[in-house]
Each structure stands twice: as structure tokens, then as C-alpha cells.
């Protein structure tokens, strides 16, 4: 897997999870006025009455269920794209398409990522899963979005601190991936 | 008399101080010593050193390295004095050996580094404390000088990594001492022990917590961090309980009243003991092998954690070869470690092993070819991955071998606590933040830890 894809999906599941905080923040309220439903409606009926219109009791256990439905679909979704983004790092097989060719600047080497790509949604999804904030530090690497920075003066060394702190990534999101399976060996 | 110890004594290596860290700790670096002091004929008790024939056998056998010599109270007696220290948060544990050995730990309260009472079972309240208390109160800088003004070239820390005192003092110990501008050469070795839930007075969360936070420092500082775990030290005290019993140890001196705590854990606190001596003699009994030698062994290894198998675990019989290979036909051995997954040992295609052979003389061809024969079998470890090293044994010392094992198997054991302690960590984290840990660095202990087991 490349990382491009990742970022692709990294920006998917950050919008399906903005959706579902407005679904969530949606269905709250309605829940809430559905609760409140039977000591308004009297009341709502008797001023219908007053202004000589007919009452209409409004569809909110409709709209209750249809985002109750909206939020099934979207949790499927985050959920698909979590997978899939775990399964990227823990693969082994992920591509950090980075320039080979570091540049010294300020006692740190920086790594750019070729065609100046920036990875905006997968650092931040990645901040997530490990609990770190963004810029991510992963022993001496930090990642940002749109470079690797290494504390290192000789770039041989630089360049395997970012094969291991990507090695690091790699575990540390598979044992997320797999928390099941090894609780049960202990 | 003085003028031929003068002469003739060799020159005194920079010694190696044994620091023990909470209660657990406490128990089993001064069972340690016994040991040590057992091996080399001396009284455990009031280990005196009777004219200088015998001043200089121990001399030229264990140098100053963790014993130094007190001032004389009687006309051509020397006493021992470990070069021990014992710190707690509680002094008890610390007070209940220094009543009961006066004469071995001589130097009273210089040996006993203590706080204001318990960590709770909270690594970082733990840590916390061993900064304001221990390092700022109590200054440890100048606590380790008073036990030892020569320059120290290492030290030896026993704990216990579930609780919260052991596993938090030994973390921040080992960071104090490798950023110190006068210590920071040291070579450390950790002897962490495991706890068995269910079994030890420890809380299943936190103690999670504490092992993950433990193993990063021990990652990230210890030179040699070799691991036990008491399930199986449990599991052969159980099992060589009777020769265990025929065997002295420090708790049958405590006064019974207050033994309670550790008399549970005398047979276990034993072979951990045995195996802190056995590594000792490693580098104070012979000349050929260091203490730093072992950080280079370990350096580059993943995981470069290490566990010792003891033959035997009890030792008996003479100082040859022949003692050893009855104490395996006989059952008399064991890791200390619990190393199975679901039936058999996984190995690893760069697995090694450190053999500590203590026999009479010198180091033959069929000793090499019965341990490498012995490693062969039971790991599938290659010839060159072993490092024989030769303990020489004196004439009626019962011969043993302590092998390290560094083995990928070690690894794979303790990833689940790495997924347990993130699982308790959502429920325990403001209680930890309180105390300043904080999130992000417990979340890089656990990027550490499984990056380097993974």
C-alpha cells in the first residue's frame, strides 16, 4: 500500500467521523425533543386550537430512526477505513514515498516527500491511533505532515532512525490491530 | 602482618554497588549477598575475614568490587561490608535487615535510602516521590559516594516491576544515574521480577501500567535487563522446597512477628538471589569478563532482554562438571522465566546465550560441549551466539552454571501486557497525570516497548 492511499482514505474516515459528530449531535436533540413530545403536545394543541389551525404532530420518531440508520452506515464506513488504514501500517508493505536525499538543516536531517506531497490527513489519523500529538516524535524522527525530520548527523544513520521509527509505527499499530488475540495469551 | 596484605594484594577494581529498590528489592539484594558471602566460606551474619591468609583469598577471589572492608573492631579480624544499598519509600523493609544483620550491614543507616511511606502501586507517584524524596531530600548523589567514595563502575538493581515503589524507583534510578555527568559511564544491570496476578499483592491495571513504563526505561537505559517472573520462581520453589528449606536465608533471622510479608517469598527471593549471585561472580571472581562486557552483547538485540536458567537451582554435591549433569538428570534446574506459548518456545533466528560455568579450574572442551550440546536441543541456539564465561569454583563449592538467555521468545511473552497497560491506561490516566505522567509519555513508552518486543 502506498501512502497516497492512506491519505485517500485518511481524509475519507476524517469526514465520515465530522459527519457523525453532526449525525450524533443531531439525533441527541431529537431524542431529546421526542422525550418532551407528550408535555408539549398538549399544550402545542391547545394554542393550534386557539389560532384556529390544524395540529400536526411532528415526525420525529422518523427522523429519530433514519439517523439512527445514517449513523449505522457512517460507523461502517469509519470502520472499513480504520481497518484498512491499520492494515496499511501494520502490513509491512507501506510506501513513505519520500526523497532518498535528505537535507541538513539546524542539526536536524530532513526527509521531503517526492512531488512535495503532503500528508495532512494521515498524520492526523496516525496522532490519533498512537495517542500522540501532531508533529508525531517516534524516538529521534518527527514526522509532520509534509516532511521527516531526524535527529542524526551522519544521514546513513538518519536514513535507518526512519526505517526503524516506521518499524516502531508498524508494531505498535498491529498490536492495536490485534489486542484480542494477545490478551488471550496472558 | 598488614605490610604483606599491603604488598600482595591486587589492585582494587572500581566497585559495583547493589542497588535494591523497594520492598521486593530490599529482600532479595541482601538475600544476594548472603549468597554471595555463603559461596566464599564467610558468616553471612557477622562476616569477619580471621588474619590476612584469609583477608587475601578473598581479596584475590572478589577484589573490593561489592564488598569493602570495615574498620577492624578486633586485633586481626576484618569484617565485610556489602557495598548495598537498600531504598524503599518505606523504611521498614529497609529497618527489619539492618536489626537483623547489624554486623553485615554495618555502615547502619548510610545502607537504608528511604522516603515518606508507600507509592500507592502508582508508577508515577513513585517516580515523583524518588525525585522530591529521594534524589532532592535524601540526596542520593551523595548517598552513593558515603557507600562508596571510589568511583563506581556499576550497578546491580533487583525489583520487583508490578508494585509501585520497585518498578517506579528503578526507572528514574536508572535515568538518574545514566544522565549524571559522574555516573553516567556505569554500567547497569536490572534484575526486574514479574508478578503472578492472582498471587501477589498487586493491582492487575496499574501493574500493567508500571511493567510498560519499567520495560521502556529498562529499554532505554539498563545495560543488562534481565527478567524473572515469580510464576515460575513460584513454580521451582514449589518443586525443590525441601532442599530449599536446608538452605539459610535472611527471613529465618527476622523476628517472626514481622516476617509475615516475606516469609511467603523466602524460597522464591532465594533463587532470584542465586541467580544475582551467580551473575555477579561473573565479573568479580575472574578477570577475562567485565560488567560493561554485557551491555555490548546486548546492544543491538531485540528484544535484548535476558533470563537466566539455573543448574542447579538448588546447588549440592562437588565443584565438577559431574554435579551439574546430575543436577539435570535429576530435575534440578529451570528457567526462571515463563517462556512457553501454547506448548513450545518459539526461536528466534538470532537467539544467544551468556553460559556462567562455575567449576573447578579452568574451562575444558567437554564442559563447552555439554552446554553448547544442552543449548542446542533445548533453543536451537548456534555455537557462535554462545559466550562462555568461566567461574572459577573453590575446592568444596558446589559446581552450577547460570545461563542468560537472550532469546526472541522473551518478547513475544510480554507483548500482552503491553496491550493490557493501554487498556487500563483509559481508565487510570488521570490518576497518573496527577502525578505527572502524562499522556503523550506514556503513549511513547508504549510506541517503545512494542516497537522494540514487536
Known amino acids: 500500500m502506498n501512502l497516497m492511499e492512506v491519505e485517500v482514505t485518511a481524509g475519507r474516515l476524517l469526514e465520515e467521523k465530522k459527519r457523525l459528530r453532526a449525525i450524533e449531535s443531531e439525533l441527541s436533540r431529537v431524542s431529546r425533543e421526542l422525550k418532551e413530545l407528550p408535555r408539549r403536545a398538549e399544550k402545542d394543541k391547545k394554542f393550534y386550537a386557539l389560532i384556529g389551525l390544524d395540529w400536526e404532530e411532528p415526525k420525529l420518531k422518523e427522523r429519530e430512526q433514519q439517523l439512527k440508520a445514517e449513523r449505522e452506515a457512517v460507523m461502517k464506513s469509519i470502520e472499513e477505513a480504520q481497518s484498512k488504514i491499520l492494515s496499511g501500517f501494520s502490513s509491512g508493505e507501506l510506501v513513505v514515498p519520500l526523497e532518498p536525499n535528505p537535507v541538513l538543516d539546524g542539526g536536524l536531517y530532513y526527509f521531503r516527500f517526492r512531488s512535495q506531497a503532503s500528508f495532512p490527513n494521515t498524520v492526523e489519523e496516525l496522532s490519533e491511533i498512537l495517542g500522540i500529538p501532531v508533529p508525531l516524535r517516534v524516538g529521534e524522527v518527527t514526522i509532520w505532515p509534509d516532511r521527516i525530520g531526524v535527529k542524526e548527523v551522519d544521514q546513513y544513520f538518519a536514513k535507518l532512525k526512519v526505517v526503524e521509527a516506521f518499524d516502531n509505527v508498524r508494531k505498535t499499530v498491529s498490536l492495536k490491530l490485534s489486542k484480542e488475540s494477545y490478551r488471550k495469551h496472558v | 602482618m598488614a605490610h604483606r596484605v599491603a604488598v600482595e594484594a591486587p589492585l582494587a577494581p572500581n566497585p559495583v554497588i547493589v542497588a535494591s529498590m523497594g520492598h521486593a528489592g530490599v529482600g532479595i539484594g541482601a538475600e544476594a549477598y548472603r549468597w554471595v558471602l555463603i559461596d566464599v566460606g564467610a558468616d553471612p551474619k557477622a562476616p569477619t575475614l580471621m588474619g590476612e591468609k584469609q583477608q587475601l583469598e578473598v581479596l584475590r577471589r572478589y577484589g573490593s568490587t561489592i564488598l569493602r572492608f570495615g574498620a577492624s573492631l578486633r586485633r586481626g579480624e576484618t569484617p565485610l561490608i556489602p557495598r548495598a544499598l537498600l531504598v524503599d519509600l518505606d523504611p521498614r523493609s529497609?529497618?527489619?535487615?539492618?536489626?537483623?544483620?547489624?554486623?553485615?550491614?554495618?555502615?547502619?543507616?548510610?545502607?537504608?535510602?528511604?522516603?515518606?511511606?508507600?507509592?500507592?502501586?502508582?508508577?508515577?507517584?513513585?517516580?515523583?516521590?524518588?525525585?522530591?524524596?529521594?534524589?532532592?531530600?535524601?540526596?542520593?548523589?551523595?548517598?552513593?559516594?558515603?557507600?562508596?567514595?571510589?568511583?563506581?563502575?556499576?550497578?546491580?538493581?533487583?525489583?520487583?516491576?508490578?508494585?509501585?515503589?520497585?518498578?517506579?524507583?528503578?526507572?528514574?534510578?536508572?535515568?538518574?544515574?545514566?544522565?549524571?555527568?559522574?555516573?553516567?559511564?556505569?554500567?547497569?544491570?536490572?534484575?526486574?521480577?514479574?508478578?503472578?496476578?492472582?498471587?501477589?499483592?498487586?493491582?492487575?491495571?496499574?501493574?500493567?501500567?508500571?511493567?510498560?513504563?519499567?520495560?521502556?526505561?529498562?529499554?532505554?537505559?539498563?545495560?543488562?535487563?534481565?527478567?524473572?517472573?515469580?510464576?515460575?520462581?513460584?513454580?521451582?520453589?514449589?518443586?525443590?522446597?525441601?532442599?530449599?528449606?536446608?538452605?539459610?536465608?535472611?527471613?529465618?533471622?527476622?523476628?517472626?512477628?514481622?516476617?509475615?510479608?516475606?516469609?511467603?517469598?523466602?524460597?522464591?527471593?532465594?533463587?532470584?538471589?542465586?541467580?544475582?549471585?551467580?551473575?555477579?561472580?561473573?565479573?568479580?571472581?575472574?578477570?577475562?569478563?567485565?560488567?560493561?562486557?554485557?551491555?555490548?552483547?546486548?546492544?543491538?538485540?531485540?528484544?535484548?532482554?535476558?533470563?537466566?536458567?539455573?543448574?542447579?537451582?538448588?546447588?549440592?554435591?562437588?565443584?565438577?562438571?559431574?554435579?551439574?549433569?546430575?543436577?539435570?538428570?535429576?530435575?534440578?534446574?529451570?528457567?526462571?522465566?515463563?517462556?512457553?506459548?501454547?506448548?513450545?518456545?518459539?526461536?528466534?533466528?538470532?537467539?544467544?546465550?551468556?553460559?556462567?560455568?562455575?567449576?573447578?579450574?579452568?574451562?575444558?572442551?567437554?564442559?563447552?560441549?555439554?552446554?553448547?550440546?544442552?543449548?542446542?536441543?533445548?533453543?536451537?541456539?548456534?555455537?557462535?551466539?554462545?559466550?562462555?564465561?568461566?567461574?572459577?569454583?573453590?575446592?568444596?563449592?558446589?559446581?552450577?552454571?547460570?545461563?542468560?538467555?537472550?532469546?526472541?521468545?522473551?518478547?513475544?511473552?510480554?507483548?500482552?501486557?503491553?496491550?493490557?497497560?493501554?487498556?487500563?491506561?483509559?481508565?487510570?490516566?488521570?490518576?497518573?497525570?496527577?502525578?505527572?505522567?502524562?499522556?503523550?509519555?506514556f503513549k511513547q513508552a508504549v510506541i517503545q516497548v512494542s516497537g522494540h518486543l514487536g
Open chain 2, 94 to 441: 529497609a529497618n527489619l535487615i539492618l536489626q537483623s544483620y547489624p554486623q553485615l550491614f554495618a555502615m547502619k543507616d548510610k545502607h537504608a535510602v528511604y522516603g515518606m511511606g508507600g507509592a500507592a502501586r502508582n508508577w508515577a507517584e513513585g517516580r515523583l516521590r524518588f525525585r522530591k524524596e529521594i534524589v532532592e531530600r535524601q540526596d542520593i548523589k551523595t548517598r552513593i559516594q558515603a557507600i562508596s567514595p571510589e568511583p563506581v563502575r556499576g550497578f546491580v538493581v533487583p525489583f520487583s516491576m508490578g508494585g509501585g515503589t520497585g518498578g517506579s524507583f528503578s526507572s528514574e534510578f536508572m535515568a538518574y544515574v545514566k544522565g549524571s555527568d559522574t555516573l553516567g559511564q556505569a554500567t547497569i544491570a536490572t534484575f526486574g521480577i514479574l508478578p503472578e496476578f492472582g498471587w501477589d499483592p498487586v493491582i492487575y491495571g496499574p501493574a500493567h501500567i508500571s511493567i510498560v513504563m519499567n520495560l521502556a526505561h529498562q529499554i532505554r537505559y539498563s545495560d543488562a535487563p534481565i527478567l524473572l517472573d515469580n510464576k515460575e520462581l513460584r513454580f521451582h520453589a514449589e518443586r525443590h522446597k525441601d532442599k530449599l528449606a536446608a538452605r539459610s536465608s535472611i527471613v529465618d533471622e527476622l523476628p517472626k512477628q514481622i516476617r509475615v510479608g516475606w516469609h511467603d517469598y523466602r524460597d522464591k527471593n532465594l533463587l532470584a538471589a542465586h541467580a544475582i549471585a551467580e551473575f555477579m561472580d561473573s565479573f568479580i571472581r575472574e578477570t577475562e569478563w567485565d560488567m560493561s562486557n554485557y551491555r555490548t552483547w546486548l546492544a543491538a538485540s531485540k528484544p535484548k532482554f535476558v533470563v537466566p536458567w539455573l543448574i542447579p537451582l538448588v546447588p549440592e554435591g562437588g565443584p565438577s562438571l559431574r554435579t551439574i549433569e546430575q543436577a539435570m538428570k535429576e530435575g534440578n534446574e529451570g528457567i526462571l522465566f515463563d517462556l512457553d506459548s501454547e506448548g513450545e518456545i518459539p526461536k528466534g533466528q538470532t537467539d544467544s546465550a551468556c553460559v556462567l560455568v562455575k567449576t573447578k579450574g579452568s574451562l575444558t572442551p567437554e564442559e563447552r560441549e555439554y552446554f553448547k550440546k544442552l543449548l542446542q536441543e533445548r533453543f536451537d541456539i548456534k555455537d557462535r551466539r554462545i559466550i562462555f564465561i568461566k567461574i572459577p569454583a573453590m575446592e568444596k563449592e558446589p559446581a552450577s552454571a547460570c545461563i542468560l538467555l537472550n532469546l526472541k521468545a522473551v518478547g513475544q511473552k510480554l507483548i500482552p501486557m503491553v496491550a493490557e497497560a493501554e487498556d487500563a491506561w483509559e481508565s487510570y490516566k488521570d490518576e497518573y497525570q496527577k502525578r505527572e505522567l502524562s499522556h503523550e509519555e
